[in-house]
């Protein structure tokens, strides 16, 4: 006896694209060498995904503070459509994405705490 599924299509996961629309994700998520640009050792996009609150704001102004202390040459995007922070796999906000990937969540980080993210070596 064979199962079928009906009415149900098969789940396809679909990498975050990359904040510029160039260069942006391969298929296995990782960012390709041209994105934005940049090479893959700096940084290309940092993102803050929240739901709109205090706590959520407070980080995204943290993390402005950082990118333009550290002087690079990006824009921080805040994203508080749940639809979009979904794809990003963030149960918990406020939650920061360099690069594609996400590099802290649930809690709001300093300026300075974000700047040593931003150092990171991965990022």
Same mark, same amino acid.
């Given at each position: 006896?064979?199962?079928? /599924?009906? $009415?149900?299509? +098969?789940e396809?996961?679909k990498? !975050?694209?990359?904040?510029?629309? $160039?260069g942006g994700?391969?298929a =296995?998520?990782?960012?390709?060498?041209s994105?934005?640009?940049?090479?893959t =050792?700096?940084?290309?996009?940092?993102?803050?995904?929240?739901? $709109?609150?205090?706590?959520?704001?407070?980080?995204?102004? /943290? *993390?402005?503070?950082?990118?333009? *202390?550290?002087?690079?040459?990006?824009?921080?995007?805040?994203?508080? =459509? %749940?639809? +979009?922070? %979904?794809?990003?796999?963030v149960?918990? @906000? !406020?939650?920061?994405?360099v /690069?594609?990937?996400?590099?802290s @969540?649930?809690?709001v980080?300093?300026?300075?705490d974000v700047?040593?993210l931003?150092?990171?070596?991965?990022?």
């Open positions: 006896m064979a199962l079928f /599924n009906f $009415g149900k299509k +098969k396809e996961k990498a !975050p694209a990359c904040c510029c629309g $160039g994700t391969q =296995d998520g990782e960012v390709s060498a994105c934005c640009g940049a090479p =050792d700096g940084i290309c996009c940092v993102k803050v995904l929240g739901a $709109g609150c205090k706590s959520c704001h407070e980080q995204y102004e /943290n *993390a402005k503070a950082a990118v333009k *202390a550290l002087d690079l040459p990006v824009e921080v995007e805040y994203i508080t =459509d %749940m639809e +979009k922070v %979904m794809e990003y796999g149960m918990s @906000m !406020p939650a920061i994405v /690069n594609e990937q996400v590099v @969540m649930g809690k980080l300093k300026a300075a700047e040593k931003l150092r990171k070596p991965e990022c």
